[in-house]
Every structure is written in structure tokens, then in C-alpha cells.
């Protein structure tokens, strides 16, 4: 059974229209790389580029918008803390002294391990949060 377009059997095209599919996908990928490429080459050098003293300008407001900004956002945050904090409604934790206490246990002779002291520790500071709420 011959294809009447092409007078070639279809047996032998439908043997190589898979490796084709992917090679026309491949090959319009690469076009349109190329394509995009020389696009953005061509836009690149549209670009209107700042002269020094301009730039120095730029940079010169954009940090004094960001040194003002962050001087309003501490100056909310501390009023907001403060006013928080005299209602009662916020308290800051204090931290937790970490002191390194030695406890030996009378059953054992033996030195105690980092493990024994972080729980002792552990212990000592859940219960100075207890003791403290």
C-alpha cells in the first residue's frame, strides 16, 4: 500500500515519523532561541544608559529612601512594643541564663555527662519561666 502523496510505501514512513517529530521539535526550539536571542540583543542596544552623575543620583536616594524607611519602621515597631508592653498585653521573655550546674548522682561514681548537665540546665530554666509567670 503505497501514501499517495509521496508514492513511497507507508510502512517505511511510519518508521521514521518519530525520530522526525522530535528532530522538527528540536530544530524550532533552536530557531526560536535564535530568534530570542537576536531580539534581545537588538533591544539591548535601544537602551538608553544613565551618565555617571545621574547614576551617582540614583543611588544616592534610592539608600536615603531605605535609611528613612527603616528609621519609621523601627521608631512603629518600638512604639507599638512600648504600648503593648504597658498594657500587659506583650511581655518579652527574658532570656534564660544557660549556667553550666554539676550534679552527681549517688548512685553513680562516674563524672556526668554534657547530657545530665543540658537537662539540668533544661530543667533549671523551665522551672524559672514557671516561677516567673
Known amino acids: 500500500m503505497a501514501d ?23 530544530t524550532r526550539m533552536g530557531k526560536s532561541l535564535v530568534a530570542f536571542i537576536a531580539g534581545m540583543k537588538a533591544e539591548t542596544k535601544r537602551i538608553l544608559w ?3 552623575k545621574r547614576l551617582i543620583q540614583s543611588t544616592a536616594t534610592v ?8 528609621a519609621i519602621l523601627f521608631a512603629v515597631d518600638s512604639l507599638l ?19 553550666a550546674t554539676t550534679v552527681v548522682s549517688e548512685t553513680s561514681a562516674t563524672e556526668p555527662t554534657v547530657a545530665d548537665v543540658a537537662e539540668t540546665t533544661a530543667a533549671a530554666a523551665s522551672s524559672e519561666t514557671t516561677a516567673a509567670n
Do not use: C, H, M, Q
Not at 539608600?63 to 527603616?70: E, K, M, R
Open 4 to 26: 499517495s502523496k509521496t508514492n513511497k510505501p507507508a510502512e517505511k514512513k511510519a518508521g521514521k515519523g518519530g525520530n522526525n517529530r522530535f528532530a522538527a521539535y528540536f
Open 50 to 52: 544613565p551618565d555617571r
Open 63 to 70: 539608600l536615603a529612601i531605605i535609611v528613612i524607611a527603616g
Open 81 to 99: 512594643g512600648g504600648v503593648l508592653s504597658a498594657v500587659g498585653f506583650y511581655t518579652p521573655a527574658a532570656p534564660a541564663e544557660t549556667t
